[in-house]
């Protein structure tokens, strides 16, 4: 196959073999590695070459960049600052593009706060923080651990001095994380997200910064939207109840708690917060969508005719009411019903109800005997016709 033809999907497939064959070579090789960096990376520069010919500059480097990292990773003198710097000049002079420092700026930032040299962390990060959520609280826990204790003194004296010139940088610092609000896992992406230390010390920070400015909702939706990507179902709940508690009428943390719920199987809350939001925000299609979609899931037929009627005064799109229609019809097992709902969404969609073809086989699936079949139907079905709705009503996780 000719090279340049390839798509990148299978150029990156590619890529992901070479990276597992050199981590493997890594691993049971690094002491040789860190001897002869040079070789080790003109061994690399030639294979990478050889296999791939036609890989674009991007990709390429990315590749650099994460052979790089995986040596650092395994290498036992990665807490010489001298060699990690070594290694990243090698890796920086074999990459097609010179796109600057960052990565290698941010992992040696990293590495210095592991060593606990708070002060070079923090001038090697500063100039970062716009890059991911992890560098403010990194650079404000830098100045936190760089405060002086009191000397000595009751707790009142000690509190009366107030904070220290680097206890208020490390306020400064939360502060620009919800002034700047940086992507969530850009660090992730480039292959250094996944670091426990500087990950600790978001949370650690992240708690503080919650007591630090009660009042301020930003610290709670960063934590529960770190928390939710990541899949921490405990913290992502304590968050959620400290933002319920005290801003009991925001849509985000009410949407949030609605998405909770549901995926611990309680209708009976979820049925709470939709009450609760239509009670908040009576003027707004947002709730009566969350009920149709709670009823539609638990097939409460006069549930759903109530909220549909709602939403037809709240001029719901004709495209999103016809899904829903189908999607109440499928769930509850009318398959007569459900195939009329396929014509009615051909007729809304007009030049675009392709779409049909697609929910032509997601009901067949519904309906065979196998039931994890049918139970992976049901599930595509709502989440298909949920995504397409949260986007044609505008509601946005803000």
């Known amino acids: 196959m000719d090279q340049e033809c ?116 923090i001038e090697r990060l500063k100039k970062y923080r716009g890059a991911d959520a992890l560098i403010c609280p990194a650079l404000a826990y830098c100045y936190l651990a760089s405060s002086p204790l009191p000397a000595g003194g009751t707790d009142a004296e000690n509190l009366s001095r107030g904070p220290t010139p680097d206890a208020l940088a490390a306020r400064e610092q939360m502060i620009e994380l919800i002034r700047l609000n940086p992507p969530m896992n850009r660090l992730r992406e480039m292959g250094i997200g996944d670091d426990p230390g ?16 009660p009042e301020n909702r930003e610290y709670l939706r960063v934590g529960i939207e770190k928390a939710s990507a990541e899949g921490r179902r405990d913290i992502r709940e304590k968050l959620l109840s400290l933002a319920t508690e005290r801003f009991f009428n925001d849509m985000f943390f009410l949407r949030e708690l609605y998405r909770l719920n549901l995926e611990n199987r309680d209708a009976g809350g979820v049925a709470g917060v939709v009450r609760q939001m239509t009670q908040q925000y009576p003027d707004e299609l947002e709730p009566v969508y969350y009920g149709m979609k709670l009823s539609i899931i638990t097939t409460h037929a006069e549930v759903y005719y109530k909220f549909r009627k709602l939403a ?68 595509a079905l709502i989440d298909s016709i949920d995504y397409y709705c949260l986007s044609l009503v505008k509601i946005q996780d803000t």
């Not at 002491?31 to 294979?47: L, R, S």
């Not at 650690?204 to 910064?209: E, F, H, R, V």
């Open 6 to 121: 390839q798509p990148d999907a299978i150029i990156r497939l590619k890529l992901d073999q070479l990276k597992s064959d050199f981590s493997e070579y890594i691993e049971k090789n690094i002491d040789k590695i860190d001897t002869n960096i040079p070789v080790f990376y003109g061994q690399v520069i030639t294979t990478l070459e050889k296999a791939l010919p036609a890989v674009n500059d991007d990709l390429y480097d990315r590749f650099i960049d994460s052979i790089t990292l995986r040596v650092l990773e395994s290498s036992k003198l990665a807490g010489d600052l001298s060699h990690v710097q070594k290694l990243f000049d090698y890796a920086e002079r074999h990459k097609r593009r010179k796109t600057g420092r960052t990565l290698y700026d941010i992992v040696l930032g990293i590495n210095l706060i592991n060593t606990e040299k708070y002060a070079e962390a």
């Open 198 to 213: 500087i990950n600790r010390i978001f949370w650690i920070m992240l708690k503080k910064a919650i007591e630090w400015f």
């Open 312 to 379: 037809l005064a709240k001029n719901i799109p004709r495209t999103a009411l016809a899904l829903l229609d189908f999607g109440f019809e499928m769930m509850s097992g009318k398959k007569f019903e459900a195939h009329a709902c396929l014509d009615e969404i051909k007729m809304v969609f007009g030049p675009h109800h392709y779409l049909v073809i697609l929910l032509e086989y997601v009901a067949h699936d519904i309906f065979s005997d196998d039931e994890k079949k049918a139970r992976q139907a049901k599930k």
